[in-house]
């Protein structure tokens, strides 16, 4: 009922999933693309393996409770990771950088927030901002930069 008030949808939509998350609810709306959702959803699975694997702090902790049990207050203890996977995974997540970082480049003359960082406050931070047609521009034009990264195919 919350959720159907806040988002301004119907009960049924009230359901639906893809409201749970900033991403999802932009892709609901129609205002990014399947793939680009995709593509967002994919980055920040990256982000947050790489902050895992390598004891980096979540940019954007869920929950203090899953802090304290990521940081091993609770007693929690993981093994080592593997270095090939290590190796690939610092690989990705730099060429996941990297083509955010053009992306920039490329609009570095666009008046407010850089593709970069639309495309993480979205896609880790579930931040939802007000999204003039600018900004999602540039959003769209990351997360496009990011699925042909990840070999995602538009329909």
């Known amino acids: ?30 205002a990014i693309t399947l793939e680009q959702h995709q593509a967002g959803e994919q980055f920040a699975a990256l982000v947050h393996h ?3 694997v390598r004891g980096l702090p979540s940019p954007h902790p869920r929950s203090v409770t ?23 995974l610092r690989r990705r997540y730099a060429e996941a950088t990297t083509a955010l970082n053009r992306c920039d480049q490329k609009q570095r003359c666009a008046a407010g927030m850089k593709p970069s960082q639309l495309v993480r406050d979205v896609a880790c931070g579930e931040d ?21 990264l990840f070999g995602i195919v538009k329909q």
């Open 50 to 52: 790489h902050h895992v």
């Open 1 to 30: 009922d919350a959720r159907q008030r806040h988002h301004g949808v119907t009960s049924s939509q009230a359901r639906d999933q893809w409201l749970g998350t900033a991403l999802g609810r932009l892709a609901f709306r129609a």
């Open 128 to 148: 939802d901002l007000q999204w003039t047609y600018g900004r999602l521009e540039r959003l769209r034009s990351g997360l496009d930069a990011l699925a042909e």
């Open 66 to 88: 899953g802090l304290l049990d990521r940081e091993g207050i609770f007693g929690g203890s993981s093994a080592d990771p593997d270095p090939w996977l290590l190796d690939a």
